[in-house]
């Protein structure tokens, strides 16, 4: 098998190194540290993330997504593959050599998707998007570093607490979806949207397209029904926190 061949390495925010790191002709990874974070041959859950979204919007006129990373474009080509020719697509990368990248030796993957005109691509913290825009979106798609349990910088976390959460749920126009990517299950976080005031679905999806590889988290999160009393929901999840507790 052939080796792994270093063909650059970014900064991070806070610390770390992000590498770009390629195997034969075809296969890429970026990695951080021992860890790594996406691979070409992995893009079934990111793809997953735009297509599930766009789903459970179904037919908008103009419909406006805001994706919070752009890692391999997965997420992106799905969005593009899934929305009308009058979608509006911003795209927030926070390091600027990812987007670098994209335009360089993972042009082949990308497959011209960042010159689509409903794609526009914004060297930008998501947090300051989000938070400036007021009902702007249909949907706010996240696949910002390892999801709710942060790895690659500090930050990000606060896409996911009580404020981020808010903050997102303020930008969303109405019955718009906030979607979520994750490496894995976070029940105190599913606890947490809902205490946000929203209805969740929990999906559960393979790394790889075709039904392969390791099982990934895609949390789906929609404007609680209007009669759907907060207090009570926040009463219900502290006595499911409390019961929990309980159990052996």
Not at 93 to 121: H, K, N, Q, S, Y
Not at 135 to 148: E, M, T
Request: proline share 5%; glycine share 10%; charged share 25%.
């Amino acid at each position: 098998m052939a080796h792994w061949t270093q063909l650059d390495a970014a900064p991070i925010p806070g610390g770390g190194t992000l590498k770009l790191l390629q195997r034969g002709d075809s296969e890429f990874s970026i990695t951080l540290g021992h860890n790594e974070l996406m691979n070409s041959r992995l893009r079934g859950s990111e793809e997953a993330l735009a297509t599930l979204a766009a789903g459970r919007l179904g037919q908008r006129a103009r419909p406006r997504f805001l994706i919070g990373g752009l890692g391999m474009g997965f997420t992106l080509r799905a969005a593009l593959a899934a929305l009308p020719a009058d979608a509006e697509i911003t795209v927030a990368e926070l390091i600027p050599a990812v987007i670098a990248w994209a335009r360089g030796p993972l042009a082949p993957i990308f497959a011209g998707c960042l010159d689509d005109p409903r794609v526009t691509i914004r060297e930008a913290d998501v947090t300051g998007l989000i938070r400036a825009g007021r009902a702007s979106y249909d949907a706010i798609l996240l696949d910002v570093d390892n999801g709710p349990d942060g790895l690659m910088v500090e930050a990000n976390d606060r896409l996911y607490d009580f404020a981020g959460l808010s903050a997102a749920k303020a930008a969303l126009r109405k019955g718009g979806v906030l979607a979520i990517w994750s490496a894995g299950p976070d029940r105190s976080f599913t606890q947490r949207l809902r205490m946000s005031g929203f209805d969740v679905e929990e999906k559960k999806v393979r790394a790889n397209a075709s039904g392969g590889g390791a099982r990934h988290v895609i949390w789906l999160a929609t404007q609680a029904a209007a009669n759907s009393d907060p207090r009570a929901r926040r009463a219900a999840t502290a006595g499911a926190t409390r019961r929990n507790a309980r159990k052996p």
